[in-house]
């Protein structure tokens, strides 16, 4: 930012690019309209140039910062349910009820004929 000077627009793609949190995003706004500079966010079409701007990128960062908060209450929920219903499980005993369900190939289950699309061969290597 010590290169910007008053009248340079900062152009974002996305505004997750710009900041983490509503903080950040208020202080990177705040320093740059203290040298004259101005925010432009495609995605979105906002530019902090003008009022509304302004207010439209608050409102965007207060509505992202609800957003995140929603979701980690939820999660929460979800964990503490999870742990009433004792459905904590070792991941090795998920994978392995997973791997019970695939098919067993044994290798050289399949060749090609020589002349021919892909045959069944060794009929007994195969298990369903």
Same mark, same amino acid.
């Given at each position: 930012? #010590?290169?910007? &000077?008053a009248?340079?627009? =900062?152009t974002?793609?996305?505004? /997750? +690019?710009?900041? +983490?949190?509503?903080? /950040?995003? *208020?202080?990177?706004?705040?320093?740059?309209?203290?040298?004259?500079? %101005?925010?432009r966010?495609? #995605?979105?079409?906002? #530019?902090?140039?003008?009022?509304?701007?302004?207010?439209?990128?608050?409102?965007?960062?207060? &509505?992202?910062?609800?957003?995140? /908060?929603?979701?980690? &209450?939820?999660?929460?929920?979800?964990?503490?349910?999870?742990?009433?219903? /004792?459905?904590?499980?070792?991941? %090795? %005993? =998920? +994978?392995?009820?997973?791997? %019970?369900?695939?098919? &067993?190939?044994?290798?050289?289950?399949?060749? +090609?004929?020589?002349? *021919?699309?892909?045959?069944?061969?060794?009929?007994?290597?195969?298990? #369903?």
């Open positions: 930012m #010590d290169s910007l &000077v009248g340079d627009t =900062v974002i793609t996305k505004i /997750d +690019r710009a900041a +983490r949190n509503i903080a /950040d995003m *208020g202080n990177i706004t705040q320093a740059l309209a203290k040298i004259g500079a %101005s925010i966010i495609l #995605d979105m079409n906002i #530019d902090t140039n003008t009022p509304t701007g302004t207010l439209m990128l608050n409102i965007f960062a207060s &509505v992202a910062k609800f957003e995140k /908060d929603q979701m980690l &209450v939820r999660q929460r929920i979800g964990i503490e349910a999870a742990k009433t219903k /004792d459905k904590t499980l070792p991941l %090795s %005993s =998920v +994978r392995t009820k997973v791997q %019970s369900r695939l098919p &067993v190939l044994k290798p050289q289950a399949y060749m +090609r004929a020589s002349s *021919g699309p892909y045959e069944r061969a060794n009929c007994q290597g195969f298990e #369903d």
